[in-house]
């Protein structure tokens, strides 16, 4: 039941256009292992900072 919640909150951020913070959990330890790994309250108030004043919202 709780995986299937997952899925579905995780499709409903990509239909409004939200990114996904697992992923971007995943690409941090990839990509970037020395960057502390923000929480997830600090991941979407970024992004909404990012999106709506006309930052980028990519770092690669």
Do not use: N, W
Not at 31 to 42: D, N
Request: glycine content about 6%; overall charge positive; aromatic content about 10%.
């Amino acid at each position: 039941m709780r995986a299937r919640l997952q899925r579905m909150l995780r499709t409903l951020r990509r239909i409004a256009g939200m990114p996904d913070y697992a992923a971007y959990v995943e690409h941090v330890r990839g990509r970037h292992p020395g960057r502390p790994v923000p929480s997830e309250r600090e991941f979407y108030e970024e992004y909404v900072k990012q999106r709506y004043d006309g930052a980028p919202t990519r770092c690669c």
